[in-house]
Protein backbone atom coordinates (compact mmCIF):
# COMPACT_ATOMS: atom_id res chain seq x y z
CA UNK A 1 0.00 0.00 0.00
CA UNK A 2 1.42 3.73 -0.50
CA UNK A 3 0.66 6.38 1.32
CA UNK A 4 0.88 10.01 -0.24
CA UNK A 5 1.72 13.76 0.42
CA UNK A 6 0.27 16.87 -1.62
CA UNK A 7 2.79 19.79 -2.19
CA UNK A 8 2.68 22.62 -4.33
CA UNK A 9 0.09 24.57 -3.88
CA UNK A 10 -0.40 28.27 -2.82
CA UNK A 11 -1.87 32.20 -3.32
CA UNK A 12 -1.79 32.71 -7.23
CA UNK A 13 -3.57 35.84 -9.46
CA UNK A 14 -6.19 34.54 -11.70
CA UNK A 15 -4.61 33.85 -15.03
CA UNK A 16 -1.32 32.68 -12.99
CA UNK A 17 -0.42 28.48 -13.09
CA UNK A 18 0.37 26.01 -10.07
CA UNK A 19 1.92 22.62 -10.28
CA UNK A 20 0.80 20.30 -7.84
CA UNK A 21 2.61 17.54 -6.83
CA UNK A 22 1.84 13.87 -5.22
CA UNK A 23 4.30 11.73 -3.63
CA UNK A 24 4.07 8.20 -2.82
CA UNK A 25 5.61 6.04 -0.73
CA UNK A 26 5.33 2.16 -0.21
CA UNK A 27 5.23 -0.54 -2.73
CA UNK A 28 3.99 -1.07 -6.06
CA UNK A 29 2.68 2.85 -7.48
CA UNK A 30 2.86 1.46 -10.86
CA UNK A 31 -0.11 -0.25 -9.99
CA UNK A 32 -2.61 2.17 -9.06
CA UNK A 33 -4.65 4.97 -10.88
CA UNK A 34 -4.50 8.12 -9.54
CA UNK A 35 -6.94 11.12 -9.12
CA UNK A 36 -7.25 14.67 -7.86
CA UNK A 37 -10.03 15.67 -5.99
CA UNK A 38 -10.44 19.23 -4.64
CA UNK A 39 -13.47 20.58 -2.07
CA UNK A 40 -14.09 24.54 -1.99
CA UNK A 41 -15.65 25.99 1.58
CA UNK A 42 -19.73 24.88 1.70
CA UNK A 43 -19.31 22.41 -1.52
CA UNK A 44 -19.07 18.85 -1.87
CA UNK A 45 -15.45 17.20 -2.64
CA UNK A 46 -15.25 17.13 -6.94
CA UNK A 47 -13.35 15.15 -9.41
CA UNK A 48 -10.72 16.57 -11.27
CA UNK A 49 -8.45 14.48 -12.91
CA UNK A 50 -7.01 11.06 -13.03
CA UNK A 51 -4.62 9.39 -14.66
CA UNK A 52 -4.50 5.03 -15.83
CA UNK A 53 -2.27 2.84 -13.71
CA UNK A 54 -0.45 1.95 -17.50
CA UNK A 55 -0.04 6.52 -17.95
CA UNK A 56 -2.12 5.64 -21.32
CA UNK A 57 -5.17 7.27 -20.52
CA UNK A 58 -5.99 10.50 -18.48
CA UNK A 59 -9.33 12.36 -17.41
CA UNK A 60 -10.95 15.50 -16.96
CA UNK A 61 -13.91 17.04 -15.57
CA UNK A 62 -14.97 19.48 -17.99
CA UNK A 63 -14.30 22.54 -16.56
CA UNK A 64 -10.32 22.02 -16.14
CA UNK A 65 -10.36 20.58 -19.76
CA UNK A 66 -7.95 22.71 -21.22
CA UNK A 67 -6.42 24.21 -18.64
CA UNK A 68 -4.88 21.42 -16.12
CA UNK A 69 -2.75 18.29 -17.28
CA UNK A 70 -2.55 15.31 -15.01
CA UNK A 71 0.79 13.28 -15.21
CA UNK A 72 3.01 10.57 -14.19
CA UNK A 73 6.49 9.55 -13.19
CA UNK A 74 6.60 5.64 -11.58
CA UNK A 75 10.01 5.95 -11.18
CA UNK A 76 9.84 8.81 -8.77
CA UNK A 77 6.73 7.76 -7.64
CA UNK A 78 5.08 11.32 -8.29
CA UNK A 79 2.17 12.55 -10.08
CA UNK A 80 1.76 16.34 -10.49
CA UNK A 81 -1.35 18.33 -11.80
CA UNK A 82 -0.36 21.35 -13.70
CA UNK A 83 -2.65 23.95 -13.94
CA UNK A 84 -2.67 26.94 -16.19
CA UNK A 85 -5.22 30.34 -16.42
CA UNK A 86 -6.56 29.75 -12.93
CA UNK A 87 -9.70 31.00 -12.34
CA UNK A 88 -11.24 31.95 -8.63
CA UNK A 89 -13.50 29.49 -8.90
CA UNK A 90 -10.46 27.21 -8.91
CA UNK A 91 -9.72 27.56 -5.49
CA UNK A 92 -9.97 24.83 -3.19
CA UNK A 93 -8.46 22.51 -0.87
CA UNK A 94 -6.68 19.52 -3.32
CA UNK A 95 -6.31 15.90 -2.85
CA UNK A 96 -4.42 13.12 -4.22
CA UNK A 97 -5.96 9.43 -4.28
CA UNK A 98 -4.62 6.22 -5.27
CA UNK A 99 -6.94 3.33 -6.91
CA UNK A 100 -5.22 -0.11 -7.12
CA UNK A 101 -5.78 -1.37 -10.50
CA UNK A 102 -8.48 1.31 -10.68
CA UNK A 103 -9.65 2.67 -14.03
CA UNK A 104 -8.96 5.88 -13.76
CA UNK A 105 -12.34 6.49 -11.44
CA UNK A 106 -13.78 10.57 -11.33
CA UNK A 107 -15.90 8.60 -8.71
CA UNK A 108 -14.27 9.33 -5.26
CA UNK A 109 -15.56 6.04 -3.43
CA UNK A 110 -13.31 4.32 -5.54
CA UNK A 111 -10.19 5.47 -3.74
CA UNK A 112 -9.11 4.21 -1.01
CA UNK A 113 -5.65 5.84 -0.19
CA UNK A 114 -6.17 9.62 0.17
CA UNK A 115 -3.83 12.51 1.30
CA UNK A 116 -4.11 15.24 3.42
CA UNK A 117 -4.74 17.79 0.81
CA UNK A 118 -3.24 21.08 -0.18
CA UNK A 119 -4.72 24.65 -0.40
CA UNK A 120 -5.19 26.81 -3.81
CA UNK A 121 -6.47 29.74 -3.41
CA UNK A 122 -6.85 31.84 -6.80
CA UNK A 123 -7.43 35.83 -6.45
CA UNK A 124 -9.82 37.71 -8.58
Known amino acids: QVQLVESGGGLVQAGGSLRLSCAAS????????MGWFRQAPGKEREFVAAIHWSGGNTYYEDSVKGRFTISRDNAKMTVHLQMNSLKPEDTAVYYCAADQWGAGSDYEGNYDIWGQGTQVTVSS
Open 26 to 33: GRLFSTYS
